[in-house]
C-alpha cells in the first residue's frame, strides 16, 4: 500500500510538472507586451498582438477611451476607443477537417486569440537616441523613465522610435508590423504603420507547418473613434455614450464616393453633434466656461498598397473596402471566434463590403449623430485590403499613417471663451471668422473654427505622404542635451543640462520653457540662447514662492535643414525632457528658533484665493520658518487629528493643500497646526544644540470657504 501511495504522489507530481510547463508554453504565447511611442505630440500604446483592443492596456472600462492621444502635453485628449486586424480568405480547407466558405482570424475589436489565431513572436522597440536624464531636486522626474523603454539603439535610424512587432498566425500568414514615429515638429502628430503579410504557413511557435495557397485573402483594419473623452471625464458631456463614440462622424475622401476630393485616399472621424447636449454641440464645449473639449479630427491615410504579390506598385484602387461598421455590431465585433461559419461569413462580408453610396458623414450631414442608425456604440471605420490570391512565399505590404490634428490650445480657448460670453449674454466679443470675416452667430463661429482642424488634418496626411514618398527622408530634429537638471533655491530655480548636444553639426542654441502650477498646461519660454552666446546654466530668478514650477529644455538647430519653412529652426520635442516633478522656491531651515513658524496665508480666504497662491493652486497654504525637521499635525479645533505631514527636506518651508489624510477638503473653521522637532539637532560648525528632541510649537489658523 505504502508503494502504491508513493507511486501515486510521483504521478501526481508530474502531472503538476506538466501543467507547469504547458502554462508557462501558454504564457508565453499569449502574454500581453505594451510599449509606448511619446517622442512626439501624439503619444500611442502598442500591443504585442498586432491590434489595440478596447481596454487592451489597462482592462479597466473606466479607461475606454485610451491612446492616441494629442496634443499629449494635456491631460484627457485620448481618441483611440479599439482597433482590429482581421485575416481573412475562402474556400479554406481547416485542420479540423471541414472546409469553410469563408475562414476568419481576428485581433479585435474586442478580443483576441494569442494562442491560436495571431500568436506574438517578436515586439522590440528601437531608438535612434536614447532620453535624457531629467532630475529634480535630485530625483528622476521624467516620464520617460517608465514608459519609454527602449531594447537597442541605432544611431542611423530613419525615425525617433521603431516597434518592430511579429506574429505567426492560425492561416499561415506571418504578419510584420513595424510602427514609426518622428519628433520633427511638422511631422510629430502621426505615426506610421508598415505592414508585411507573408505566406509562410507556419502556424504556431513551435515552427508546424500548414502550407497551401489561399484564395481571396483580405487584411482587414477596424479604427474606433471618439472625441469626447475630455468633457466626459470632466463630467460635463451631455450623455456618457460620447465615451464610446456613439456621435462619431466618420468621412472617406480619395477614394469611393468621393475619389475626387483628395489626393490620397484617407478616412477620418471628428466628434459629431449630439442630441442630449443642452448647448450647440461642436466641439465639445463645457456649459459652464465654455472650454472646447473635442477639436479633434482623427485618421489615417494610405501609403502603400501592393497590387499583388507579383506587382508590388502601389494600387490606387485599395483599400477596396471604405464601408463604416457598427461598433457594437454582432457578430462581427464580439469574440474571437474562428470556427463557426455564421459569425466569420458576416466578418468577410464585412471585409468585402466595398465602399458606401453616400458616406456616414456625408448621410448625417448636419443632424445628430447619435440619432443615425440602431447601432448602440455608434460607428467605426473599416478598411479592408483585397482579394488577393496568396501563394507558399507571396506577400503583400501595405504602409498606413494614423493623425490626430485639430485648432490649437490657445485657439480653443479663445473660442470657447467668445462662445460662452454671447452663449451666456454676459457680452458680445467680436467673432472673427477663419477667413476674417465677422459674424453675430455665435454658434456658426465656434463651429467653423473647430472645423478647420479637419484642414490641418489633411495636411498633416500630406506630410506624412511627403514623408514616405521620401524614403523616410525629411530632415532629423537636433537632439536634446543628455542631462537636464533643476534645483530648487532660496531665491531662485537652477537650471543646467549638458553640453552634448552642441556636437551637433547646425546647433544653434536652447530654449528653456517654464509651467506654472501644474504640467499639464501651456507653457512659456523664458529663456533662449544661440551658438553665439550659448551657455549651459540658467537661474530663474521670476518664481514666486508658494507656486510649482514645471520646465523642458529644447535644442535648436541654425534653420538651413528645414525644407518646409526656409530658415525657421528645427527643434528637439519637449518629450525628451519635460519634468513630471515640480520644483519651488525654499529657503534655508532656521536654526535656533521655532518661535519664527507661521502659516501663510492666516486667514485662508478661498475668495481671495487669486491674492494667495493664485488659481493654480487655489487650496494651498504653506508653512514657513520651520526648523529642518518636523513633525506637523493638523488638528481641528475640537482636537480631531485630520492630517500629519512629514517635513524632513532641510528646508524652511512646508506646503499643505488643505485636504485631511483622507483626501477631503477642510471645511470652514479654526484649526490648530502642531510643530515638533523628532530628534536633536546639533550645529554642523562647533556641535552646539540647536533644537532638542521634543521641542513644540502651536500655530493657530482660520479657514473660511
Not at 151 to 174: A, H, M, P, S, W
Not at 182 to 209: A, M, R, W
Not at 476 to 503: C, M, Q, T, Y
Not at 636 to 664: F, V
Request: one cysteine or more; proline letters at 5%; charged letters at 20%.
Amino acid at each position: 500500500m505504502k508503494q502504491n501511495k508513493t507511486i501515486l504522489f510521483q504521478r501526481m507530481i508530474m502531472v503538476i510538472l506538466l501543467v507547469a510547463l504547458q502554462q508557462t508554453h501558454l504564457s508565453a504565447q499569449v502574454g500581453k507586451e505594451i510599449k509606448w511611442l511619446r517622442m512626439g505630440m501624439l503619444h500611442h500604446y502598442l500591443l504585442n498582438y498586432g491590434a489595440e483592443i478596447e481596454d487592451g492596456r489597462t482592462g479597466r472600462v473606466t479607461e475606454q477611451t485610451d491612446g492616441l492621444r494629442w496634443p499629449a502635453q494635456f491631460a484627457n485628449q485620448d481618441v483611440s476607443i479599439a482597433k482590429a486586424m482581421w485575416i481573412g480568405c475562402t474556400d479554406y480547407p481547416d485542420r479540423n477537417g471541414e472546409t469553410y466558405s469563408k475562414k476568419v482570424i481576428v485581433a479585435g475589436p474586442r478580443q483576441v486569440d494569442a494562442q491560436y489565431q495571431f500568436i506574438p513572436s517578436e515586439f522590440k522597440m528601437i531608438g535612434r537616441i536614447a532620453h535624457p536624464l531629467v532630475y529634480v531636486d535630485g530625483v528622476l522626474a521624467t516620464d520617460n523613465d517608465l514608459n519609454d523603454v527602449v531594447d537597442e539603439y541605432d544611431e542611423n535610424l530613419f525615425c525617433d522610435r521603431l516597434i518592430v512587432n511579429k506574429l505567426v498566425t492560425y492561416l499561415g500568414i506571418e504578419v510584420t508590423r513595424k510602427i514609426m514615429q518622428f519628433s520633427q515638429q511638422y511631422n510629430d502628430n502621426y505615426i506610421i504603420y508598415d505592414y508585411v503579410f507573408k505566406n509562410t504557413g507556419v502556424v504556431d511557435l513551435d515552427g508546424n507547418t500548414d502550407s497551401k495557397t489561399l484564395n481571396g485573402v483580405y487584411f482587414y483594419f477596424l479604427y474606433r473613434y471618439g472625441g469626447g473623452w475630455d468633457a466626459f471625464v470632466n463630467n460635463y458631456a451631455p450623455i456618457n455614450s460620447i465615451s464610446w463614440g456613439r456621435n462619431t462622424m466618420n468621412q472617406v475622401v480619395g477614394i469611393g464616393p468621393n475619389a475626387a476630393s483628395f489626393p490620397h485616399r484617407a478616412q477620418y472621424s471628428w466628434y459629431g453633434l449630439n442630441s442630449s447636449s443642452r448647448v450647440n454641440d461642436w466641439g465639445g464645449p463645457d456649459p459652464n466656461s465654455g472650454r472646447l473639449s473635442a477639436i479633434h479630427y482623427v485618421g489615417s491615410v494610405i501609403l502603400h498598397a501592393d497590387t499583388s504579390p507579383q506587382n508590388t506598385a502601389d494600387n490606387r484602387e485599395q483599400p477596396r473596402t471604405t464601408m463604416f461598421i457598427g461598433s457594437d455590431s454582432r457578430p462581427q465585433t464580439f469574440g474571437s471566434d474562428q470556427y463557426t461559419p455564421a459569425t466569420m461569413n458576416a466578418r468577410y462580408d464585412a471585409m468585402a463590403a466595398g465602399h458606401p453610396d453616400v458616406t456616414h458623414a456625408d448621410q448625417v450631414g448636419e443632424g445628430f449623430a447619435d440619432q443615425y442608425g440602431t447601432d448602440p456604440g455608434g460607428y467605426s471605420q473599416g478598411q479592408g485590403f483585397g482579394p488577393y490570391t496568396l501563394a507558399p512565399g507571396d506577400s503583400i505590404h501595405l504602409v498606413i499613417a494614423e493623425g490626430v490634428a485639430g485648432i490649437d490650445r490657445l485657439k480653443t480657448q479663445e473660442v470657447g471663451r467668445k462662445w460662452y460670453l454671447w452663449q451666456s449674454n454676459t457680452s458680445q466679443p467680436e467673432l472673427v471668422l477663419p477667413d476674417g470675416s465677422t459674424t453675430t452667430n455665435h454658434n456658426e463661429y465656434k463651429k467653423q473654427w473647430v472645423k478647420t482642424g479637419e484642414d490641418s488634418l489633411l495636411k498633416t496626411f500630406n506630410s506624412a505622404v511627403e514623408n514616405y514618398n521620401s524614403g523616410y527622408g525629411i530632415p532629423k530634429a537636433p537632439p536634446p542635451p543628455d542631462l537636464f537638471e533643476v534645483k530648487s533655491g532660496g531665491d531662485r530655480i537652477i537650471l543646467s543640462w549638458s553640453n552634448s548636444a552642441e556636437s551637433y553639426p547646425y546647433f544653434d542654441g536652447y530654449e528653456l520653457y517654464r509651467a506654472v502650477g501644474k504640467p499639464d498646461t501651456l507653457f512659456t519660454k523664458i529663456f533662449s540662447c544661440d551658438a553665439s552666446d550659448v551657455v549651459n546654466r540658467y537661474e530663474d530668478k521670476n518664481a514666486i514662492r508658494g507656486l510649482d514650477y514645471y520646465y523642458y529644455i529644447v535644442t535648436k538647430d541654425d534653420g538651413s535643414q528645414n525644407t518646409r519653412a526656409a530658415g525657421i529652426p528645427l527643434k528637439s520635442n519637449l518629450f525628451y525632457t519635460v519634468t513630471n516633478e515640480p520644483a519651488f522656491l525654499r529657503k534655508p531651515a532656521v536654526l535656533s528658533t521655532m518661535d519664527s513658524i507661521r502659516v501663510v496665508p492666516n486667514p485662508y480666504n478661498i475668495r481671495a484665493n487669486s491674492l494667495q497662491f493664485g488659481t493654480d493652486a487655489p487650496d494651498r497654504i504653506g508653512f514657513y520658518g520651520l526648523p529642518p525637521e518636523c513633525t506637523i499635525k493638523i488638528y481641528t479645533e475640537r482636537g480631531d487629528l485630520i492630517d500629519t505631514i512629514i517635513h524632513d527636506d532641510g528646508t524652511a518651508d512646508e506646503l499643505w493643500d488643505s485636504l485631511t489624510k483622507n483626501r477631503q477638503f477642510i471645511v470652514s473653521g479654526v484649526y490648530i497646526a502642531y510643530f515638533e522637532v523628532p530628534r536633536n539637532f546639533y550645529s554642523a560648525e562647533d556641535g552646539k544644540l540647536l533644537f532638542r528632541k521634543g521641542d513644540k510649537k502651536i500655530r493657530k489658523f482660520f479657514i473660511i470657504r
